[in-house]
């Protein structure tokens, strides 16, 4: 990501920026009365087992900690709720197998995080579910008070969420220095990527759903079934890979980006020069499971016209991180009353890098000559650069680490290079995060103790 930012809710900016004693957002991201709230900042507590209540059928015991048919439902009642699928008890009976099968391997996840004991901060949650929310065009919120309203418990998503965050640290930490990206290797696809001029490139979205034990390949063809017949009657790819792909690239709404058909599964491949944009395949059969295929576009490498920014910014740290749902300290608010006096003074590209300069910001003025704006993420960032006049300083962006000040000197519309360093890095680090994914899951699979009583497990 350019400049590492998510922006916080509107209202929350607002306090922040006005020194108001209480965060305005802190009640709507709770869950409703009945359910227990997430303590913050915890590596265990949130996803750790309830111990079941009456009533509650343990359908697997996964090492010791059990899994009930609440779970199950509640899980299946989100994917509908997330999804706009009407939350009959046909249609999440036809889920269950599958979801017993995803929170199987998340507990199993989980008890890595824990092992490890890496710890999921509640800041990095708030931001994936802003992300969520943005890919679906979503007010920030939305989907919290979606769930309240139909009594799911807002730490259903929040666990969840925490289990996918907290592996993915895992997986860097298991990758050691094969998680740096070195700059030979960036060149080199570089160069690979402009022999391939003129060629199609495809971006794609992907749902993966795996085949953990090849007697269960028919439930998962039946719930890929049942997820295609719903993203093809309207529901939002992005919510639903976010519930229920296993890959790396949940959280970001299945993204698999601009690939060429030599970077692809075979069985990938072979399907889709031929979708139209928008389209959604069948389940493909792919190594380890099944993948939904979203055509999200198509173009030829080399040849596409783009908007060329150039772009300076000012990043001012917070003293200690800014928690979502937490008064600013009085040290944060100087932070922003500081990015305030910049955005309301600097007229000029030159005197951002000046700010820059003048207040030892710890990340670069100029991120990188030109920026293709097609290729900036999170969308609502990209919107706020696509419309923001030049030469004229943005509203402070607040983050959970600092506040950023940015300034669009340059738009253009160009050829550009397609693939920037940074889309490189990001794709070959999200290649070997998924390979040690899948193989790691494989071997806690291999070594745990399950033991499955029914239910869909």
Same mark, same amino acid.
């Given at each position: ?18 020194? %108001? ?22 590596? #265990? ?8 209540? =009456?009533?509650?059928?343990?359908? #697997? ?21 997330? &999804?706009g699928m009407p939350a009959s008890g046909e249609l ?20 890595? +995080?824990?092992?490890?004991? +890496? ?7 708030? #931001?994936?579910? =802003?992300?969520?929310?943005?890919? @679906?065009?979503?007010?920030?919120? !939305?989907? !919290? ?22 592996? &993915? ?5 298991? /990758?050691?220095? !094969? ?16 022999? @391939? ?18 007697? =269960? &390949? ?30 790396? &690239? ?26 139209p944009p928008g389209a959604i395949s069948n389940p ?58 910049? %955005? #309301?003074? %600097? ?18 003025a100029d991120p990188g000559g030109e920026v293709n704006?097609?290729?900036? @993420? ?38 550009? !290079?397609? +693939? ?7 794709? /070959? ?23 499955? =009583?029914?239910?869909? %497990?």
């Amino acid at each position: 990501m350019l400049f590492r930012l998510f922006t916080l809710a509107a209202p929350v900016i607002a306090a922040l920026l006005s020194a %108001a004693p209480q965060i305005a957002m802190a009640q709507a991201r709770r869950p409703p009365p009945a359910a227990p709230a997430a303590p913050a900042d915890a590596a #265990a507590t949130p996803g750790t087992p309830r111990p079941p209540g =009456r009533g509650m059928e343990i359908i #697997a015991v996964v090492n010791g900690d059990a899994i009930t048919n609440a779970d199950v439902g509640a899980r299946a009642r989100l994917f509908a709720i997330s &999804t706009g699928m009407p939350a009959s008890g046909e249609l999440l009976d036809r889920l269950r197998p599958q979801i017993a099968q995803q929170l199987i391997d998340e507990r199993l996840r989980l008890q890595e +995080v824990l092992r490890q004991k +890496v710890i999921v901060r509640d800041v990095q949650i708030a #931001a994936a579910i =802003r992300e969520i929310e943005a890919r @679906n065009n979503l007010p920030s919120g !939305a989907l !919290a008070a979606r769930l309240a309203n139909d009594g799911v418990s807002l730490r259903t998503l929040v666990d969840q969420i925490r289990v996918q965050i907290g592996w &993915t640290e895992v997986l860097r930490q298991q /990758l050691g220095t !094969a998680a740096v990206i070195s700059e030979a290797e960036i060149l080199e696809q570089a160069r690979l990527q402009s022999q @391939n001029t003129g060629r199609p490139e495809f971006r794609l979205g992907e749902i993966f759903i795996p085949i953990s034990n090849p007697a =269960r &390949t028919a439930d998962a063809q039946r719930f890929a079934d049942t997820v295609i017949a719903q993203l093809r009657s309207g529901a939002p790819f992005p919510v639903a890979a976010a519930q229920f792909s296993q890959s790396q &690239t949940a959280l970001q709404g299945g993204e698999l980006g601009w690939l060429p058909l030599n970077q692809m599964d075979p069985e990938i491949a072979k399907i889709v020069p031929d979708m139209p944009p928008g389209a959604i395949s069948n389940p493909i059969k792919v190594a380890g499971g099944f993948s939904i295929i979203q055509m999200r576009g198509k173009r030829e490498v080399g040849r596409d016209q783009s908007l060329a920014l150039t772009i300076r910014q000012v990043f001012l740290p917070f003293p200690t991180p800014y928690t979502s749902g937490s008064p600013p300290t009085p040290a944060q608010t100087a932070v922003v009353d500081r990015a305030k006096q910049i %955005a #309301a003074t %600097a007229r000029s590209c030159a005197q951002m890098e000046e700010a820059a300069k003048v207040n030892n910001s710890p990340r670069p003025a100029d991120p990188g000559g030109e920026v293709n704006l097609a290729n900036v @993420n999170p969308p609502a960032f990209r919107q706020i650069l696509a419309g923001m006049p030049l030469e004229r300083a943005s509203q402070p962006l607040i983050a959970g680490d600092g506040v950023s000040v940015v300034m669009v000197c340059t738009r253009e519309q160009k050829v550009m !290079a397609n +693939v920037s360093k940074e889309e490189i890095q990001g794709r /070959l680090l999200s290649e070997r995060i998924e390979l040690a994914s899948r193989q790691l899951q494989q071997d806690l699979r291999r070594r745990a103790t399950i033991d499955a =009583r029914g239910g869909g %497990a």
